[in-house]
């Protein structure tokens, strides 16, 4: 069998839906969910609904974690029969090490052509910029050339996201600048961002359902006037509310596609049951 020019890696906090991953080809990591003494790999040991029916009950707290340099030596050796370079893509340096694990990784693969990106985003901001070099490499461009598409995506992309409670981001250490509005005396639907590849407060709204309004109000704003819009739709355990917002997206600036999936175990972790987030940027 033939190698293919070009294969395309994620890690599993992308949260595409496996049916994009098979039509596309893309190769995916997964990340680790530790709980209960047991380390479990992202959608394979333990799958989204599962994750969050047990989370739910359970009176302890799963932690994450990246696989390991020899972890990813492992999945770049077994990318590399099947293709001639590999462009890889992961979550943003600053809400986990895999970058730091996929880069020593690369080192030890000799001269080997690989070129890694920091997607600076998670979920379906990178599964985002995951679909673009897919398509890339499928229209015959080469893994620089992939690369430099993929990074030209990157400070175009917005992901907003609302969480039900800070609890879990603040558990995971994962809170960013949204740190100071723990503790606020009112009960808030705080909607949060990626800016810098961080976790910033975008607003502070009083009901979940006034936060989902002024997120799509951000994202009809800031697309106002574009063309060739890509948008995904993301939830933890609301799969009807996600099915809402991604007919409203529709109507609203008719996207070239809108791609809706769950966010993984590991993602689950970090935000927690409820949340409901979009991703989108635009090509002009």
């Known amino acids: 069998m033939s190698k293919r020019k070009v294969a395309i890696v994620i890690d599993s906090t992308a949260n595409l839906p496996d049916k994009l991953v098979a039509q596309h080809q893309i190769y995916v990591v997964p990340q680790i969910v530790n709980w209960d003494g047991q380390s479990l790999l992202d959608g394979i040991d333990i799958k989204t609904e ?6 739910s009950m359970s009176q302890t707290s799963p932690t994450t974690s990246q696989p390991s340099p ?5 999945h770049f050796q077994r990318v590399a029969e099947t293709a001639d370079s590999i462009v890889g893509i992961f979550i943003s340096e600053h809400l986990s090490g895999t970058l730091s694990s996929a880069r020593q990784a690369v080192s030890m693969m000799g001269d080997y052509p690989i070129e890694i990106v920091d997607s600076r985003s998670a979920s379906m901001g990178l599964g985002l910029i995951a679909l673009a070099a897919a398509q890339a490499a499928a229209d015959g461009k080469d893994y620089q050339e992939i690369a430099a598409i993929a990074r030209r995506i990157v400070p175009h992309l917005r992901v907003l996201f609302v969480v039900d409670t800070l609890e879990y981001l603040h558990r995971g250490g994962r809170i960013g600048g949204a740190k100071r509005l723990i503790g606020s005396v009112l009960s808030i639907k705080p909607v ?6 961080k976790i910033e407060p975008l607003a502070s709204i009083r009901t979940k359902k006034k936060a989902v309004e002024h997120m799509l109000q951000v994202l009809q704003q ?7 819009i890509h948008a995904a739709v993301m939830h933890a355990a609301a799969e009807d509310e ?5 007919d409203t997206i529709q109507s609203a600036v008719q996207p070239l596609d809108i791609v809706q999936g769950a966010l993984s175990p590991v993602i689950g972790t970090h935000v927690g049951p409820g949340t409901l987030g979009v991703a989108y940027y635009a090509e002009s």
């Open 70 to 74: 020899g972890e990813f030596l492992e």
């Open 242 to 246: 996600a099915r809402r917002i991604a």
């Open 222 to 228: 800031e697309t106002a006037g574009k063309s060739q």
């Open 50 to 55: 599962a994750f969050y029916a047990k989370l």
């Open 192 to 197: 949060l961002h990626l800016e810098g590849g």
